[in-house]
């Protein structure tokens, strides 16, 4: 979908547009101007920052591709962009019941220490860490939306786990965030068009590891024969979880992942007022949803998804700060 007017179209209605895909963190600095130092040349870290540049442009680019052009937006009887809090609510409350751990509960467990702290970052309900919570770590919660982190601390209150709770933006409220043994970040990225700066941030919080959860495919990637067939707009197939990793990889990550599939939980539009919600995301209103259902009818929305568990350790770093003389 391209337009000049267009806005985001977000999963959660917000998206961070923050700074630029380009800016290097404090490691990849010092990284660049060791190298530059000892060549005398920027040949090798020309070509890191030019992969990162090509992979965190692939990725802004990419979701930049799902803006909703201004005319069909400004068409809209609703705004499109809206989140329902008994989804997260919903997620978490389910995190806690189900009697498995997922594979990036696991994850996360597997380097944290007894009584140790997790830092859930775009906590929505808590579906990341109140589980870890409740087997005894420390959390701290942050997401840009109030409304959010009073579900956070309500879930977290009866089930007995203590929480802290940041409300803002991720990473500009970075600064005033405490470090973790364990970072988490589950069902966010898609809504960060800068996603290197973003990951910085997660990655010098964490102690000892970052877990990042995210879907194969973009969340909304199930409306694209809808929006084809209703507006005639071609949404792009990417960014894929593939893309995501490709950041991490060009940040000297050393990501690790696993493949796995879970019950749809993030959408919120398979319930029985589902066709009126993909009708609100699709900007139109009840004198369409006859041409809306037999679309639907003939692609359902999924009920099961692919996802991706994403990680990396502290002490897997491909480039070591302490590695490194000071500039
Ligand atoms: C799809 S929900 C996922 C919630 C939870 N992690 C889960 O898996 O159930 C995304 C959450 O991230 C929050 N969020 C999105 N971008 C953010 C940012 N840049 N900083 C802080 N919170 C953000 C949203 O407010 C929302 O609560």
Same mark, same amino acid.
């Given at each position: 979908?391209?337009?000049?007017?267009?806005?985001?179209?977000?999963?959660?209605?917000?998206?961070?547009?923050?700074?630029?895909?380009?800016?290097?963190?404090?490691?990849?600095?010092?990284?660049?101007?060791?190298?530059?130092?000892?060549?005398?040349?920027?040949?090798?870290?020309?070509?890191?920052?030019?992969?990162?540049?090509?992979?965190?442009?692939?990725?802004?680019?990419?979701?930049?591709?799902?803006?909703?052009?201004?005319?069909?937006?400004?068409?809209?009887?609703?705004?499109?962009?809206?989140?329902?809090?008994?989804?997260?609510?919903?997620?978490?409350?389910?995190?806690?019941?189900?009697?498995?751990?997922?594979?990036?509960?696991?994850?996360?467990?597997?380097?944290?220490?007894?009584?140790?702290?997790?830092?859930?970052?775009? &906590?929505? @309900?808590?579906?990341?860490?109140?589980?870890?919570?409740?087997?005894? &770590?420390?959390?701290?919660?942050?997401?840009?939306?109030?409304?959010?982190?009073?579900?956070?601390?309500?879930?977290?209150?009866?089930?007995?786990?203590?929480?802290?709770?940041?409300?803002?933006?991720?990473?500009?409220?970075?600064?005033?965030?405490?470090?973790?043994?364990?970072?988490?970040? %589950?069902? !966010?990225?898609?809504?960060?068009?800068?996603?290197?700066?973003?990951?910085?941030?997660?990655?010098?919080?964490?102690?000892?590891?970052?877990?990042?959860?995210?879907?194969?495919? %973009?969340?909304?990637?199930?409306?694209?024969?809808?929006?084809?067939?209703?507006? @005639?707009?071609?949404?792009?197939? @990417?960014?894929?979880?593939?893309? &995501?990793?490709?950041?991490? &990889?060009?940040?000297?990550?050393?990501?690790?992942?696993?493949?796995?599939?879970?019950? !749809?939980?993030?959408?919120?539009?398979?319930?029985?007022?589902?066709?009126?919600?993909?009708?609100?995301?699709?900007?139109?209103?009840?004198?369409?949803?006859?041409?809306?259902?037999?679309?639907?009818?003939?692609?359902?929305?999924?009920?099961?998804?692919?996802?991706?568990?994403?990680?990396?350790?502290?002490?897997?770093?491909?480039?070591?700060?302490?590695?490194?003389?000071?500039?």
């Amino acid at each position: 979908m391209r337009d000049a007017a267009a806005s985001r179209l977000g999963t959660g209605g917000t998206a961070a547009l923050v700074g630029s895909p380009f800016v290097l963190g404090p490691s990849r600095r010092r990284a660049a101007a060791l190298d530059e130092r000892e060549n005398g040349t920027v040949s090798k870290d020309e070509v890191a920052v030019t992969e990162l540049g090509r992979a965190a442009r692939r990725w802004s680019d990419l979701l930049q591709g799902w803006a909703i052009p201004g005319p069909v937006l400004a068409s809209a009887p609703e705004p499109p962009y809206f989140f329902d809090p008994e989804v997260f609510e919903h997620a978490a409350a389910e995190a806690l019941a189900r009697d498995v751990d997922t594979v990036s509960d696991s994850v996360a467990r597997e380097l944290l220490p007894a009584g140790g702290s997790v830092l859930d970052v775009g &906590a929505g @309900g808590g579906a990341a860490s109140l589980r870890l919570g409740a087997g005894g &770590a420390r959390v701290v919660g942050v997401d840009q939306s109030r409304e959010l982190l009073d579900v956070f601390r309500s879930l977290a209150s009866s089930a007995g786990v203590r929480v802290g709770a940041f409300e803002g933006s991720w990473p500009e409220i970075a600064g005033s965030v405490p470090s973790a043994d364990v970072v988490v970040c %589950h069902n !966010v990225v898609y809504n960060v068009a800068c996603l290197a700066e973003f990951v910085e941030a997660l990655d010098a919080h964490a102690k000892r590891r970052v877990v990042v959860e995210l879907t194969a495919e %973009h969340p909304l990637s199930w409306t694209r024969p809808y929006w084809k067939a209703l507006h @005639g707009l071609v949404v792009p197939d @990417g960014p894929t979880a593939d893309d &995501a990793v490709a950041v991490l &990889a060009a940040l000297g990550l050393a990501p690790q992942l696993q493949r796995w599939t879970r019950v !749809v939980q993030m959408v919120g539009e398979t319930g029985p007022d589902g066709l009126s919600k993909i009708a609100r995301r699709l900007c139109i209103g009840p004198d369409r949803y006859d041409e809306l259902r037999r679309v639907v009818a003939e692609v359902p929305p999924p009920t099961r998804r692919d996802v991706v568990t994403v990680w990396w350790d502290k002490r897997r770093r491909a480039w070591s700060d302490s590695e490194l003389p000071p500039v």
